[in-house]
């Protein structure tokens, strides 16, 4: 399978498909650690060390992290979810993306129209976008956890090309996550293209649920889409 011709709208997932997730954990697991250790008693160094096996163990795509961390220490969670949920997206992260990314984006910016469709915390999600500094870049955001139906479903992918103006065979996704990436964008007949991720890279899921075609990295990527 091909990139189509009359390619004319390249998109992408965001996290791990742009920028190293790790870092915005790095950010926000100290600070969360010590707020939890303040309000339970129980010693920061070993929350967050709870906190990072977990995420070893289930991978960063977990949505349960937090509810699992107040169990642990006998905390409800109404309403310390909550207020490590507030922590988490004031993160005070450094956020860069992968090397190579930043020019790739630049390059396809100047060939098509790019969009992006991310399903996390919209606020967490909106403000990672603005320390990675892209969002100029992008014709289109869709933030899917604000849709009635969120990826992987159809419906963010049909609100990006609606919003764009473009037909799904003219149309491609990057993304990293065969969980949540691809079976909407492969049901409404675009291209899907996965990257590496080290976490998934061995997950099997259901016919329609992984990429059409798969890169190596981003040089790859570039040779795929800048041909």
Known sequence: MR??????LVSFDLDN????????YEAALPPIAEHLADRSGHPAHHIEASLR???RAKGRHYHH????AL???GLLRDPHLGEVLAIFREAPAVLEPFPAMRELLADLAARYRLGLITSGQ?????????LLRIRPLFASVIFSSTLPENKPGRMPFDRLLAAVGVEAGRAVYVGDNPLFDFRGA?????LTVRVPNPELDAVVVPEGWDARLRVTGISELRSLLLP
């Not at 498909?17 to 915005?24: A, H, N, P, S, V």
């Not at 992290?65 to 699992?68: A, E, G, V």
């Not at 919209?122 to 603005?130: C, I, N």
């Open 71 to 73: 169990r642990e220490i």
């Open 53 to 55: 096996a977990t995420l």
């Open 122 to 130: 919209h606020l967490v999600q909106a403000r990672k976008l603005e």
């Open 186 to 190: 492969n049901e409404v007949g675009m």
């Open 3 to 8: 990139v189509p011709a009359d390619l004319e």
């Open 17 to 24: 498909t742009l920028y190293d997730e790790g870092l915005w």
């Open 65 to 68: 992290l937090f509810d699992d």
